[in-house]
Every structure is written in C-alpha cells, then in structure tokens.
C-alpha cells in the first residue's frame, strides 16, 4: 500500500506545473503604485484594471472618446470634473504567468535529449490597463491625501465600465 501512495504522490508530481509567476486578478480596480505592480512604471499611484480586450483597444477608445485625432492619446489627455483640469496617462502592460513543466524536464533528462525544451516553462499573458492622474494643483490625484482623489476615482471607474462595454468605438461619437 505504501508504494501505492508513493507511485500516485510522482506521478502527481510529474504532471504538475510550478508556478513561477502569478498575473494578479483584479475584479473590478486597483489603486496600486506604479512601480510595485510593474517594474518601470512611474511612482505615482496608479489605477489599474485587467483589460480582457486584445492591444490597442483602450488606446482607440481614448482616441475616439477625447477626439484626440492621434495625438498625445496616451499622455497627458484632458479632462475635467467640476469645473476642474485633470490629466491622465495611460500604460499597456503585460505580467504573464510563468509556470515550469516538469514532465518535459524527466522525459528529456531521461533520454538525455533536449526534445521537449520548448514545453519547459509556459507563459500565459494577462493585459492591465494603468492609468495615473495629475492636475496643475495636484502631482498625484490618486493618492490618499489627494483632495480631489474620491471624484477622480468615481469619473476612472466609470470610464473603465464604458470602455468594457463598449465595442464599436464609432458608438462614442453619438454619446459624446
């Protein structure tokens, strides 16, 4: 019975992945540091969300909805909340979950072949969108001491929910 157990326990191991790196699962937001969520993102306070959508939707959908004409898109793009200037900028960035494949690792290691190299490790990327907020009176919007933050957070929020659900940017045009 014991070899039994001890058979089931390798084999287990054998089809397991070690996970190297795990995607954080963002719900709805975030309001995270740049910089602790993705290495070369600025120090401000971010707002971050997962972005389901394939690469340069959001950057579309802020060209449409600003009418920004291709210009500035992802940098310093207006806008204003009671009678307030406020500015964001946007980042597309990827954190991929990394696993190890052990099974390719012992067939190879046991035929002394380097065959299966390529299913190693596997990647799997996950999309975020990180936005920061300043205005002329305010470096960082999006921080806790920030006067303006509560707002600001309700107006991103909102912006995230119309672009999920949007899918035909021309749609923004009428809204607008």
Not at 75 to 104: A, C, G, H, M, W
Not at 117 to 133: D, F, L, P, T
Request: proline share 4%; hydrophobic share 35%.
């Amino acid at each position: 019975m014991r070899y039994l157990y001890l058979s089931v326990a390798f084999a287990l191991i054998l089809q397991s992945c070690i996970p190297l790196r795990i995607a954080p699962n963002i719900e709805d937001y975030k309001v995270k540091q740049g910089k602790k969520f993705k290495k070369g993102l600025p120090s401000r306070e971010m707002f971050v969300f997962e972005d389901p959508k394939d690469e340069n939707h959001f950057y579309k959908y802020i060209n449409f909805k600003f009418d920004l004409n291709d210009s500035l898109v992802d940098t310093d793009v207006p806008f204003r909340l009671k009678e307030q200037q406020y500015f964001f900028s946007f980042y597309e960035v990827e954190i991929p979950t990394k696993t190890i494949n052990l099974i390719p690792i012992f067939i190879d290691g046991a035929l002394d072949t380097d065959v299966l190299e390529e299913g190693y490790s596997s990647r799997k990327g996950n999309w975020y969108i990180a936005m920061e907020v300043y205005s002329d009176d305010e470096e960082d919007c999006l921080s806790e001491k920030s006067l303006s933050r509560t707002r600001v957070l309700e107006y991103l929020r909102a912006l995230k929910n119309e672009y999920l659900s949007t899918s035909n940017y021309n749609e923004l045009v009428l809204k607008n």
